[in-house]
């Protein structure tokens, strides 16, 4: 068998799980995993002592490097951050090199389709957890529906990334971080965009955590979703035109939103301008700059005013348990509100030795089929190891892992610029990581 | 007397004071009067018939028109739009040519600041009503307590073009669009950052129109201000280093701003997207896109149940008013939420013959003076004369006319770019503006 190489580049916190994956499958393939990194030492970290990995340092800004590095391998997988995705696609595109991530596609990445196709190449994104198996799982099951002569009415579909059960119960908000922070802090700006019963319908930023879907997965309790950006411009990807309802959202255990939104309508969120004399400034402080000093009273007391929140209720419960009341002092010299809040929740938000993480997917379909209304519900559910081996790596790296092992065996044949929904990647993937325990529950409600 | 040329560019609604004052000036200063527009026709029904004024066509796309136009001129008055003034004031930088404008200062024109001065020119920005009058009229009563020993410790200031009594008395708002509707549905977006008993203070916009300052001027009435977006920017151009409290803002009548919050809060004044299938949509669906339809109930109930409004009250009966209920189709093919609503309101907010508009700006000054504090409130207030003579277009362009004129004479000594905040620039024109009926009225709190 023919040696083949891949680059997978960024070896960041999601990067485990793939790496492991890819280095226990190369002997038998043949493949040399090359593992770049910005920083050497965290790409020799997670190739250990494997001989069939290899550490390089890999700086996107170094173009001739990077380019060798490129077009020494078969395959490149980019766990970089988002923004450079396209400086990688670019460079894969004049090597004629296939290229997997889990990010959102850019209209810029978009752009590059037809240069991709017509140089036989595959640039295959949203290919992770969420985007990625939500899409590949939902599309399993609309084509069944389609299959069987049934005609989709609503689709509704959120991912949440959680803690389990038994990581820190006393943490009234069941959170943390198990991925980037600053953009759990800035999640939902934009306007969300979706259909909902044939209407189009839009909701700013500030209704977001307010305008929430309750979830109820069986066995695994109470959930609440919130409205993804723009679930619309999915609808030609998932060839759903005509549909009725089609919502994509995020998940968060019951009561996370409402208490959230104090903190998107305090101003807390916002990454738009530098706040002032940030040396010397408390977490109460912190919150008291968006509150009105009229009123002569704590600053607990003035939020409990200001947003009619019960005193003795869940929402000022979890913000007095983030510490937002107290009279730390933050520890940064400047931010923005958004750097300043990301601090602060991540004295409490950080995984700890232990900490283990939990991952729930949910669908819901509705579809006519003859003259009846039929609706499936699924679920998805994954823990994490420990604070490395994270459900979130897994489920972000494994189908990255298993897609670039199709792609070098011959057995997705799509090019172009795309995302999983098409059935010689879904189903081949979707397979192997039932069989690594990350699978849909189906059931039909009625 | 040397004849001596003054320009004026952009024959827009807000020139009108502005030119009929120069012309009325021209004979007497030997002045001729250029109006410059990219519409011949505006320029010229500006002019008139008089003998000392003349329209010329005035494209800034046309660099060398537009110089030979600035060249030829000995001060140059921008009316176009803000964004287009620093392409007049790099022109008159290179013609060594004043500038006046009632904008703004941008970074990009304060950055000229150097060269400006050294060519011995002035580029008095912010010389029209909000920003201008409200400079001018504040800085002589702080200059005035400064000059008697006091310590400044509050400064409040809000301005409110509005319409006056007998203007449509049935319309709930009492308001109606005097300057750029689009400005006026995009009003307020952004952070406003301000000084509150020494402490710096955020409000994001989806806050701003619930954080009111209540206002009653004597003999007009009950009025609420919100803060406009930086307050902090001022502390230093007005010398108030040390000052606790610190709040520019803009005045609506009392009611106003809870029921303009509902439209903030649904999302209505979002100018960051298309909206979908716009030909077909009517105003209640336009509401009805940023409402949930999960409830089934009219748009109208749908409103009152979300934001928790009295189905009695003033802000359901405001937004019935405006017709945002109605099956009426909006008549736009395509447009974001803010150029659509902006097109629904103007069906009724639309100045008609005969309407008189209404300024009112309101200051508020606390000062230590020995052991004791003092307080002074003044207010400033301008009728309209008809739709054309507008107390909008009297008080942007009489203190641009003003300062124009005094400039040529000699009597403004200031040079740079600059806010009318310098003795000699406020004082002379507020003394002419007091002649033309356009004066600030003082008392004493306690």
């Not at 450079?84 to 596609?105: G, M, P, Q």
Request: hydrophobic content about 40%; some cysteine.
């Amino acid at each position: 068998m023919k040696q083949k190489f891949i680059l997978v580049v960024g070896a960041g916190r999601s990067s485990s799980a793939l790496i492991t994956y890819l280095l226990a499958e190369a002997a038998r393939f043949n493949w040399t995993i090359i593992v770049g990194d910005i920083s050497l030492e965290a790409a020799q970290n997670r190739v250990g002592d494997s001989l069939h990995g290899k550490a390089i340092y890999f700086n996107i800004d170094e173009h001739e490097r990077c380019r060798k590095a490129i077009a020494a391998s078969d395959v490149v997988i980019s766990l970089m951050p988002p923004h450079l995705h396209i400086r990688v696609a670019k460079a894969c595109l004049i090597e004629k090199r296939h290229l997997l991530t889990a990010s959102y596609v850019t209209d810029e990445m978009k752009s590059l389709d037809h240069e991709v196709r017509s140089n036989d190449l595959l640039f295959l994104n949203e290919c992770g957890l969420d985007p990625g198996i939500d899409h590949m799982s939902a599309m399993q099951v609309i084509d069944s529906i389609k299959i069987k002569g049934g005609k989709l009415i609503t689709f509704e579909s959120f991912t949440g990334g959680l803690i389990s059960g038994k990581t820190d119960p006393e943490n009234p908000w069941r959170y943390k971080f198990t991925w980037n922070p600053r953009n759990v802090v800035m999640a939902g700006q934009g306007t969300a965009k979706f259909l909902q019963e044939g209407e189009y319908k839009f909701i700013p930023y500030h209704q977001l955590f307010l305008r929430t879907t309750p979830v109820t997965v069986p066995g695994f309790g109470e959930y609440e979703g919130y409205a993804n950006r723009d679930s619309l411009s999915y609808l030609d990807t998932y060839g759903l035109k005509g549909i009725k309802t089609m919502l994509r959202g995020t998940l968060r255990y019951k009561g996370f939103c409402k208490a959230w939104n104090v903190l998107v309508q305090l101003g807390c969120c916002d990454d738009t301008y530098q706040m002032e004399e940030v040396g010397n400034m408390t977490h109460a402080g912190f919150v008291n700059s968006f509150l009105d000093n009229r009123a002569s009273a704590s600053v607990e007391e003035k939020l409990i005013a200001n947003f009619s929140l019960s005193p003795l209720g869940e929402e000022i419960m979890r913000l007095r348990w983030s510490g937002l009341f107290s009279d730390e002092k933050v520890g940064l010299n400047s931010g923005s509100p958004a750097q300043i809040l990301e601090f602060i929740l991540n004295k409490k938000w950080k995984l700890k030795s232990g900490d283990k993480d939990f991952i729930v997917m949910w669908h819901r379909f509705v579809y006519e089929i003859g003259d009846s209304l039929k609706e499936i519900q699924a679920h998805l559910t994954v823990t994490g190891d420990d604070e490395v081996n994270t459900a979130m790596a897994k489920t972000v790296g494994l189908p990255l892992a298993i897609a670039a092992k199709l792609l070098l065996e011959g057995k997705i044949k799509s090019r172009g610029v795309v995302i999983p929904v098409n059935e010689d990647i879904y189903k081949p993937v979707l397979k192997e990581l039932s069989q690594n325990g990350i699978a849909l529950v189906e059931r039909e409600i009625n």
